[in-house]
């Protein structure tokens, strides 16, 4: 038997075909955007009618968190505040709960970045018995213990990294230079391919890049590009879901030392942004996981 709710979803899409004359495409699209709320509603053992304003904020948070794109979420909530408009026209409703819904802004361009366990399964994946596994290990392990641009990371040099004091020495954005420290593991790995590998990957030639690619003749240095398709095929082996960047990894450094305590103003410096309020992009990344968290374990949220 047909619900009241559905009765609303007819009369309003009735409202568009007839009255607004808009066309069969986009009253489709309005549709499947409905269909996401009346799901939601039935999930919640509610109906559209009832819903509340947490409650619709709640499933807006809930489509960014599935990875929704920006758009996508945006164009629902609006077809859902036109829906609770024209229930509060057609005065099957008092008040309108979508009224002003908007989707978070600060979420529209929020970074993806991976856990820890998916970093730690990610950085398993070389096989560190051949020179390039060995080196691919140190790349991803000097990547993650940086936050370095990928352009930053195949441009260094040899005399760039200081194994003993643990640090590196980059050249950013504006060609301006910036030290970043060095955790132990990573330099551990850079200089176990410094020893074992770097030299094996070359043969016969020189390069004044610190690290190099197989090409047949060895000496040349590897390519943001070559660097994003060794990723990607370590992500896929380590069957991680989300297309991988090395932009992700940069993104998850960031992350992480904020989870742990680390300020904003360190994390601004590593990561060579000109401003803080670019840096502040993290935080917003917590504060949404956490909200994510709360919706999901609270019992009265």
Not at 70 to 83: T, W, Y
């Amino acid at each position: 038997m047909r619900s009241s709710s559905h009765s609303f979803l007819d009369a309003y899409l009735t409202h568009l075909t007839v009255e607004r004359r808009l066309a069969r495409n986009t009253v489709e699209s309005y549709a499947r955007d409905l269909s996401i709320l009346f799901d939601y509603a039935t999930k919640q053992g509610s109906s559209v009618e009832i819903l509340t304003r947490p409650d619709l904020e709640k499933l807006v948070r809930d489509r960014m968190a599935q990875g929704r794109s920006p758009r996508s979420v945006a164009r629902a909530v609006a077809c859902f505040r036109g829906f609770y408009r024209f229930l509060v026209l057609d005065g099957s409703l008092s008040e309108n709960p979508a009224e002003d819904l908007r989707p978070p802004k600060a979420w529209q361009s929020l970074p993806r970045y991976l856990s820890v366990e998916d970093v730690d399964r990610l950085i398993a994946q070389p096989d560190i018995k051949t020179p390039r596994g060995l080196r691919d290990r140190a790349l991803i392990e000097l990547l993650y213990a940086t936050g370095a641009r990928v352009s930053e990371l195949v441009s260094l040099k040899p005399a760039d990294v200081n194994l003993e004091a643990s640090y590196l020495t980059c050249t950013g954005k504006g060609d301006k230079q910036r030290i970043i420290p060095i955790g132990k593991q990573a330099a551990k790995w850079v200089q176990r391919y410094l020893e074992d590998s770097r030299l094996i990957l070359l043969g016969k030639r020189s390069s004044p890049w610190l690290f190099v690619n197989m090409r047949r003749g060895g000496g040349v240095g590897l390519t943001r590009v070559g660097f994003w398709k060794i990723l990607k095929e370590y992500g896929e082996r380590a069957g991680l879901k989300n297309s991988l960047s090395p932009h992700m990894l940069r993104h998850s450094f960031a992350t992480h030392l904020l989870e742990r305590g680390a300020d904003l103003r360190s994390i601004q410096t590593m990561l060579g942004h000109a401003d803080l309020s670019t840096t502040q992009i993290y935080t917003q990344v917590l504060e949404h996981r956490m909200r994510t968290i709360y919706d999901q374990f609270h019992p009265r949220s």
